[in-house]
């Protein structure tokens, strides 16, 4: 099993990038996917949830509107695209799949996101 993140980076205040984070192992079109991040000194905090088919999406408020989770089951493959970045957006993402029944769980490695001038 393995959960693959990319596509972070150093990117300015108000820019935007996009996460990609690739499946091999398990099925990964009956997993809901979810994305979190963990900035220095914090706790991992929830960013963004889809479920398995894609139909249905959950947000951070601290992210919403500016944040898009979209998952391609034939790629095995799910996306965070992110706009109008903040400094405090600043952390390492971790992308994570798991049952509806919470039984088995799975994590990424990590891609650092920095925003900063």
């Known amino acids: 099993v393995q959960l693959v993140e990319s596509g972070g980076g150093l990117v300015q205040p108000g820019g935007s990038l996009r996460l990609s984070c690739v499946a091999s192992g398990f099925t990964f079109s009956i997993y809901v996917m979810s994305w979190y991040r963990q900035s220095p000194g914090k706790g991992r905090e929830l960013v963004a949830t889809?479920?398995?088919?894609?139909?249905?999406?959950n947000y951070a408020n601290s992210v919403k509107g500016r944040f898009t989770i979209s998952r391609d089951n034939g790629k095995n493959t799910v996306f965070l695209q992110m706009n109008s970045l903040k400094p405090e957006d600043t952390a390492v993402y971790f992308c994570?799949?798991?049952?509806?029944?919470?039984?088995?769980?799975?994590w990424g490695q990590g891609t650092q996101v920095t925003v900063s001038s």
């Open positions: 994570k799949a798991f049952t509806t029944r919470g039984n088995l769980v799975y």
């Open positions: 889809i479920n398995s088919a894609g139909g249905s999406t």
